[in-house]
């Protein structure tokens, strides 16, 4: 939620309040590269986006 007051053109009050919702969670995943984390002697992780 953002709420504000500004001064209009004749200084007169403007009010103005808005409301977000963002359901954005969980848009990344990763994984343990297990063949390249064993070849290099190293622990290798891969991102990728998910589909909504």
């Given at each position: 939620?953002?709420l504000g007051v ?24 990763t994984a343990l590269?297990?063949?390249?984390s064993d070849a ?13």
């Amino acid at each position: 939620m953002q709420l504000g007051v500004e001064a209009g053109g004749e200084g007169l009050p403007l009010l103005s309040a808005n409301a977000f919702v963002n359901r954005l969670d969980n848009l990344i995943v990763t994984a343990l590269d297990r063949e390249a984390s064993d070849a290099q002697n190293l622990s290798i992780f891969r991102y990728s986006n998910i589909g909504r």
